[in-house]
């Protein structure tokens, strides 16, 4: 899946790029733009070159007004405590006032494009990118590389071999290029009628509360379970509810979250989500919604695909949903709809998000492994971030599910958006809730499994199953907020997860939706765990501290550093009271006519990732306890 590119073939390609940068020095000096290459190149082959008549859809992200420079001080001011712009945003038209690139840079870039043979197709409505298309032989003169073709990842691209150069008296207005590197861009389909998931519920016994039940016996309490490596462990819970999140980590409160709005982003809509949600909540005694409590933004039409898992994204957005309004019961909810799954829709997703300024927290639960992220998107994103940091919007992210990504991928990295150093990255914890609400003690999330061997004697070991993503960008620097706190004896790189909150499946949250059952489509619940659910936990919690600081916060970390001493966050260290809980799962996925599957999902065991005192890659800082909901209140600034 990961190819090394031959030598053969990468001297050709070095010679046709050398053709390139002629035609591009007759054409006047050129710049580099900055991290522009396919992080991906090192680990894909070479398949030949295109035709030069074959197509580009490229846009051309252009550099805020001012600059970079200019944006990231103002993003560091008004999110520091203490500065005297601290909490000091501006409103989208002022935002767009200060930073958008102005008309004559937009003509400056459509001049250039236009002069390469490329036609330029449209403008973003805050200028924030030019989309053109063209031939492969019109991109390769107006950018100044060349243009091959490759296998990766199970994939067939083309892409540039090399970073991206623009004529360098604009090398101050083009921030980035996407749509040269056409990886995850391939095989969309006309939108059609998604169908709900595949039904699914959890067998038999179960624990309504950690440790209740003692894995001692099968569901049929006749055939007795062996113990593992000498103890007796208990049945997993069946899943968590938002009485018992509350309960454990928000304590005591008269917070709500009311007055504010947490968005979550995902791609597609389910039809039957605000039936689903309010069912939810009537079953398990959260507050019901008020009208127009629960939203959705205008979404545009969806591009189906098999690569974006269309169904698997309903059980993701009733979980993102559930999951605030257990935390926030009167928080507004504001679900965007990506068109699909790849980063050009992401990228627009979020960017409406801002563009709306209806959200003072934005809950988002994917992400992929660094090595995918095409390089033109990075700045694209962390542009909206930063927009987003100065009108007042926190946006956290889920720190991913496969640990070090070592078994995923064959490489040991970090997710993107995750790892981008404005948005609070969440990790996860396995966590013991008991019969009074409390939280009895909690771990990193991090799984091996074991299933009952034929004879049902003993556990036979299967390995690593999934854990916490966390770790060390490879595209990010260390930021100065994770200074005194991140390890300086640590890997380089922005450091990965920052906050954690309950992720374990085994300990996870029990959710409700319509799913595609055997006797025909219907609600049904069933407990889900990843760090998908630690996002919109931190975020519904973050809520309450929203409202308790009486306005919008904006990018959090500058404050969560600053308090990661203060006790409002638990560290979360040492080795797990239990080795981990027995799960049966029927063989189905629906009911035991087709047999129980045991097994034992452990805890504590992330890959080459560990929990530790004080910051680690699996818990960052620790999770958020009460002290957090009134930690956000209004700084006098200098």
């Known amino acids: 899946m990961r190819g090394v590119t031959c030598a053969v073939a990468a001297s050709a390609v070095l010679g046709m790029a050398g053709a390139v940068s002629a035609d591009a020095q007759d054409a006047g000096a050129r710049s580099q733009l900055a991290d522009s290459a396919p992080v991906w190149m090192g680990h894909a082959k070479h398949t030949g070159q295109p035709s030069a008549s ?65 036609t330029v197709t449209g403008v973003d409505g805050q200028h924030r990118y030019v989309t053109v298309t063209g031939t492969v032989a019109n991109a390769q003169k107006a950018f100044g590389v060349s243009i091959q073709r490759y296998a990766h990842d199970g994939q067939n691209v083309q892409a540039p071999t090399g970073s991206v ?30 169908p709900p998931p595949a039904g699914f519920d959890n067998a038999r016994p179960c624990s309504i509360y950690y440790g209740q039940l003692a894995a001692t016996y099968e569901g049929d309490y006749k055939t007795k379970l062996p113990k593992y490596n000498g103890k007796t462990l208990s049945y997993a819970p069946c899943g968590y509810t938002g009485t018992q999140f509350r309960a454990a980590y928000e304590g005591n409160t008269g917070l709500t979250g009311k007055g504010v709005t947490v968005a979550t982003t995902l791609w ?77 829709s992401l990228v627009d997703n979020l960017a409406k998000v801002v563009n709306e300024n209806k959200a003072q927290i934005v809950s988002n639960s994917w992400g992929e492994p660094e090595e995918g992220e095409s390089a033109g998107t990075i700045p694209a994103y962390e542009q909206v971030f930063m927009q987003g940091a100065l009108q007042g919007i926190s946006f956290m992210f889920s720190s991913g599910d496969n640990g070090d990504e070592v078994a995923n991928t064959g490489l040991k990295q970090s997710d ?53 993503g966390g770790g060390f960008s490879a595209l990010n620097n260390r930021p ?35 799913q595609s059952f055997p006797d025909g489509v219907h609600y049904g619940e069933f407990r889900e765990g990843g760090t998908s659910l630690a996002s919109p936990l931190f975020a519904g919690m973050t809520a309450l501290a929203v409202q308790s600081a009486g306005g919008s916060v904006g990018f959090l970390n500058p404050i969560v550093y600053g308090q990661a001493k203060s006790g409002d966050f638990t560290d979360v260290r040492g080795a797990p009271v239990d080795a981990g809980a027995v799960r049966p799962d029927y063989a189905n996925s629906v009911d035991p006519s087709g047999g129980i599957l045991y097994s034992v999902r452990t805890f504590d065991q992330d890959s080459s990732l560990s929990t530790a005192a004080g910051w680690d890659d699996v818990t960052g800082i620790g999770t958020p306890n009460a002290g957090w909901l009134t930690s956000l209140k209004a700084k006098s600034s200098k």
């Open 416 to 468: 993107y958006p995750t790892g981008d150093s404005y948005v609070t990255s969440v990790g996860g914890t396995t966590t013991a809730i008991d019969a009074n609400g409390n939280l009895a003690w909690q771990t990193g999330w991090g799984t091996d499994k074991y299933t009952l061997s034929s004879d049902g004697k003993s556990w036979s070991p299967v390995g690593y199953l999934y854990g916490a």
């Open 54 to 118: 074959s197509s580009v859809n490229a846009r051309v992200y252009l550099s805020p007004n001012g600059g970079l420079d200019k944006l990231r001080a103002a993003v560091a001011a008004v999110s520091t405590p203490g500065n005297r712009d601290y909490r000091h945003f501006l409103s989208p038209a002022q935002y767009e006032a200060a930073y958008e690139p102005n008309n004559a840079t937009v003509a400056a870039v459509s001049s250039w494009l236009s002069s390469s043979g490329l």
């Open 268 to 344: 597609y809509a389910s039809t039957t989500i605000a039936q689903d949600t309010a069912t939810y909540a009537t079953n398990h005694g959260d507050a019901s919604y008020a009208p127009g409590q629960l939203s959705q933004a205008k979404y545009p039409k969806f591009n189906v695909t098999s690569a974006c898992a269309p169904s698997s994204s309903f059980p993701e957005e009733a979980l993102d949903i559930e999951a605030v309004h257990a935390m926030a019961p009167q928080a507004n909810i504001r679900y965007y709809a990506a068109a699909d799954c790849y980063d050009t």
């Open 165 to 194: 150069t623009v004529p360098a008296a604009l090398s101050g207005a083009v921030l980035s290029v996407t749509g040269l590197d056409t990886s995850q861009h391939a095989n969309t389909t006309t939108a059609t009628p998604i």
């Open 480 to 514: 100065a907020y994770q200074t005194g706190v991140v390890p300086a004896s640590a890997p380089p790189g922005r450091a990965v997860p920052d906050v954690a909150m309950d992720a374990d499946p085994t300990t996870g949250m029990l959710i409700g939706l319509t």
